[in-house]
């Protein structure tokens, strides 16, 4: 028989088996918002753009106009979606630059992971001129959970100006001292991190605190290496990000959000979910949960930042 989630409060769906070590594991959840609860699309050095409502009926009216970052957002628009049966205009964000089907799969993640979870914004988002906005996909996620959520804590607010890097420092800070309090503890943690690094790739040439950071795997080895002396942690990375270049030669990247192919890794590092083959879970459970949700059309976002480029105004993820 499945296991009772501690804390009962109302559970969607349960495991596909028992996790005997349920009462004795703790979880840590860090949270980015842009790349990963919307789609990011980078624009070649400039701020990257929330791929929303308002910003791809911009992208419409240029079409053919040799704008490069219109073009962009309708590649995005048009580009299939490995494992989701459509293209990415199916995470188009609604207002507030948030995609309603991926606050959806985080909220599912957050209750497979159990009562025993510190969900950690890490996002930009934690600054303090967004709190709003915090409160508002707070509100999102408690309405998928089917109960009331806040974010259990912040990392460290800092300038991160040092982009991808920096962001991996400050989530190695944070898992060290998590680590400290708990020493002396039976502590067995797993660290799920969702993030997009500001719409890098995790390639050679990226160094943080003078360790290679090459993969995502080497971020896994990073984090575990902050974790000194705690010997019972396991920590899965799941980078939303992808590059590709047009059949125009334009060179496109974007933080993905999370994707069936990311949400699977993740809900298969919470639950031991067993997989096929090619690696996705082997029950369609996943797709019969996330019922698409149609969003309105009207693209009132809750910022704007202005793009003065070709008379029109983009807005930008912060």
């Not at 943690?189 to 995790?202: A, G, Q, S």
């Not at 984090?223 to 920590?235: D, N, P």
């Amino acid at each position: 028989s499945s296991h009772m989630i501690q804390g009962g409060w109302p559970f969607k769906f349960s495991p596909t088996k028992p996790t005997s070590t349920v009462g004795a594991m703790e979880t840590l959840i860090f949270v980015d918002v842009d790349g990963v609860l919307n789609v990011g699309v980078d624009d070649n050095g400039n701020a990257p753009v929330a791929f929303n409502q308002a910003n791809l009926r911009l992208a419409i009216e240029l079409e053919g106009q040799n704008n490069p970052l219109a073009e962009r957002i309708l590649e995005v628009a048009c580009m299939e979606v490995e494992g989701e049966h459509a293209t990415y205009e199916k995470f188009v964000a609604e207002p507030c630059d948030l995609s309603q089907l991926l606050v959806g799969r985080l909220a599912q993640l957050i209750g497979q992971a159990g009562s025993s979870c510190s969900v950690v914004l890490s996002s930009s988002w934690r600054k303090p001129k967004h709190a709003k906005r915090v409160q508002t996909l707070e509100t999102f996620i408690g309405k998928h959970l089917g109960r009331p959520f806040q974010f259990d804590d912040r990392t460290e607010l800092r300038e991160e100006s040092g982009g991808a890097m920096d962001r991996l420092q400050v989530l190695g800070d944070y898992t060290q001292d998590f680590c400290r309090k708990r020493r002396g503890s039976a502590l067995k943690l797993r660290v799920l991190v969702l993030e997009d690094f500001c719409i890098t790739p995790l390639d050679g040439g990226l160094k943080c605190q003078g360790v290679s950071i090459g993969s995502p795997e080497a971020a896994e080895r990073y984090l575990l290496s902050r974790a000194k002396g705690s010997s019972a942690v396991s920590v899965r990375m799941i980078h939303t990000y992808d590059k590709w270049i047009t059949d125009q030669g334009l060179p496109v990247a974007i933080g993905t959000g999370l994707t069936m192919k990311h949400f699977s890794r993740a809900l298969q590092f919470l639950d031991g979910m067993s997989s096929n083959s090619d690696g996705h879970p082997s029950s369609d459970d996943g797709h019969k949960l996330l019922e698409r949700h149609q969003g309105s059309t009207t693209g009132l976002g809750c910022f704007k930042v202005s793009f003065m480029g070709w008379a029109l105004k983009y807005v930008r993820s912060h």
